[in-house]
C-alpha cells in the first residue's frame, strides 16, 4: 500500500513537472520614470515551442516596501500557477509582476499612481503594457487581460480598473489599500518623504470616493469588469474592503466580497492567489 502511494506520488510530481512554466526577469528603460524598471514575466510550458501563439495577460501587483521579486519568493506564485494550469482550474496565460517599490520606503519611491517625481501610472499604461504584451505575445485586448495585487498592489488594480475600465476584464484585489483617509498607513503627522506622498497618492486616488462621484455612464463602464474583494477578518484594512462593496452595491456595480479568516501577511495572500488565477481565467474562457 505504502509503496502504491509513493508511486503515485511521484507519478503526481513529474507531472507537475513536465508541465512547469518558467519566471524570467527583465527591463526596460523608462522615459517617464527616468529609470530602468525591472520586471518578471511568469511563462508557461511550451511557451517558446509554438512562437506564433499569443495568451491572455494578468498583471500581478505587489504591497509597500515589496518588489517585483515578492509573488516568486514569499508568495510562491509559479507554484501555484503551475498546479492550477496543470489542474485545468487556471487558463495558460503570462504574469507579469512590475516592481512599484523598494523596503527603504522613507527613501524609495513606492506607488503605482502618479504623483510629484513618480508617474508610475503613466508608465505603467504607456510603457510597461504596450512593451511587455508585444514582447511576450499577449492577446492584447480587454477581454484578455486582467489585474491583481495585495495591499498597495490591490488598491493600485482596483484604481487602475476604476480608471480604465476599457482594459480589464477583471480585477482581484487582495486586502486592499484602498484609501487612506483615516491615515491607515503612514499616520497623519508624517514628514514629507516618499512615504508621505504614496500615502498622499493613495489618499487623493481613493477608489472609494470615485464610486461616491462616478456619473451614469461611468457606473455603466464600471459594470464591464469582474470585481473581487478579498480581505481577512483581521485585517487592518478590512474596513476599506467592506465600504467599498457596500459602495459598489448601493450603485449598482455587482462585486464580490470574501472575508476569510486571517491578517495581512503572505499566508493570506498565498490562499488568495489559489483563487484570484481562476477568477480570471473564467473571462479569459469564455473567448
Known amino acids: 500500500m505504502k509503496r502504491t502511494i509513493l508511486i503515485c506520488a511521484l507519478l503526481v510530481t513529474s507531472l507537475f513537472q513536465a508541465n512547469a512554466g518558467k519566471i524570467v526577469t527583465d527591463s526596460l528603460q523608462s522615459k517617464i520614470l527616468d529609470s530602468k524598471v525591472i520586471y518578471n514575466v511568469y511563462l508557461p510550458n511550451g511557451f517558446n515551442e509554438n512562437p506564433e501563439r499569443k495568451y491572455p495577460v494578468v498583471y500581478l501587483l505587489h504591497g509597500l516596501s515589496d518588489t517585483y521579486t515578492a509573488w516568486q519568493v514569499r508568495g510562491n506564485m509559479q507554484i501555484v500557477t503551475d498546479e492550477l494550469i496543470a489542474s485545468g482550474e487556471a487558463a495558460e496565460m503570462i504574469i507579469v509582476m512590475p516592481n512599484a517599490g523598494g523596503p527603504d520606503t522613507h527613501n ?23 512593451t511587455v504584451e508585444q514582447k511576450y505575445r499577449a492577446i492584447g485586448n480587454k477581454a484578455n487581460r486582467a489585474v491583481m495585487g495585495l495591499s ?6 482596483t484604481v487602475y480598473c476604476q480608471r480604465h475600465p476599457e482594459m480589464f476584464s477583471s480585477c482581484y484585489a487582495m486586502s486592499a489599500w484602498l484609501d487612506n483617509e483615516s491615515g491607515e498607513v503612514g499616520g497623519k503627522n508624517q514628514k514629507k518623504d516618499k512615504l508621505f506622498y504614496v500615502c498622499q497618492a493613495v489618499r487623493e486616488h481613493s477608489a472609494l470616493d470615485f464610486i461616491d462621484n462616478a456619473d451614469d455612464a461611468t457606473k455603466e463602464q464600471l459594470r464591464t469588469v469582474r470585481w473581487f474583494f478579498d480581505c481577512g477578518d483581521d485585517d487592518f484594512l478590512l474596513e476599506l474592503s467592506v465600504n467599498l462593496h457596500m459602495k459598489m452595491r448601493k450603485a449598482g456595480i455587482k462585486d464580490e466580497l470574501r472575508v476569510r479568516n486571517g ?5 493570506y495572500w498565498h490562499l488568495a492567489l489559489r483563487m484570484a488565477l481562476p477568477f480570471a481565467s473564467r473571462d479569459f474562457a469564455r473567448q
Open 263 to 267: 491578517v495581512h501577511n503572505w499566508e
Open 108 to 130: 524609495m519611491w513606492n506607488g503605482y499612481f502618479n504623483m510629484p517625481g513618480w508617474n508610475y501610472e503613466d508608465f505603467f499604461f504607456q510603457e510597461l503594457i504596450p
Open 152 to 157: 498597495m498592489g490591490g488598491g493600485g488594480s
